[in-house]
């Protein structure tokens, strides 16, 4: 036998081959990231040139321009309901108003012909005394008449008594108008 001039104890073979089956899958784990970063690295390239592209871009723009739209019609929509709550409370308060101007005047027309009732009967018990007034002085004329024929001359009395008529007419023709 040969010397030996190497001092080492040897390995056994298992040990050999778990430190060769270490070595080999570091290096395809390092293979499997290098792979990964790669296939990133590509789709975030991929994702930039279309996030950057004209078409995105527009869709972006149109969407923003859809938002304002979208922002001012809805301001549009709160104004308008704003001044639909105003116009249906003036519409509640008109209502109340007319209807409070409906019982005003009903009461006004009840009123109204009650007094047409107490003045109709007013002017009938006037027209009343008007004619009994007509026919008493009717009378009294011709009284005065037959007085007159008989005596053949105009008294004095007579004259004063027909002027008293006279007034009593045009006192109550003047009260009826």
């Given at each position: 036998?040969?010397?030996?001039l190497?001092?080492?104890s040897?390995?056994?073979m ?27 690295l590509?789709?975030?390239i ?20 859809c ?25 509640t308060?008109?209502?109340?108003t007319?209807?409070?101007?409906r ?7 009840t009123?109204?012909?009650?007094q ?7 002017i ?32 004095c ?16 023709n003047?009260?009826?108008?």
């Open positions: 036998m040969s010397p030996s190497y001092s080492y040897p390995l056994p298992m040990s050999c081959l778990r430190e060769s089956n270490l070595r080999d899958s570091r290096l395809w784990l390092v293979f499997l990231l290098c792979l990964l970063v790669v296939g990133l590509v789709s975030l991929i994702f930039a040139v279309k996030a950057n592209s004209k078409g995105c871009k527009d869709g972006l723009r149109a969407q923003q321009e938002q304002n739209q979208t922002d001012h019609l809805q301001h549009q929509l709160t104004v308008a309901q704003e001044v639909l709550q105003r116009t249906k409370a003036q519409y308060v008109c209502n109340q007319v209807e409070n101007l019982d005003s005047l009903e009461m006004e027309k009123q109204s012909q009650k047409l009732k107490e003045l109709q009967g007013e009938k018990r006037l027209n009343q005394k008007l004619q009994e007034a007509s026919e008493e002085a009717e009378r009294l004329r011709k009284a005065f008449r037959r007085t007159t024929v008989n005596s053949g001359s105009f008294s009395s007579s004259s004063s008594s027909l002027l008293f008529i006279a007034v009593v007419v045009l006192g109550l003047a009260l009826l108008t």
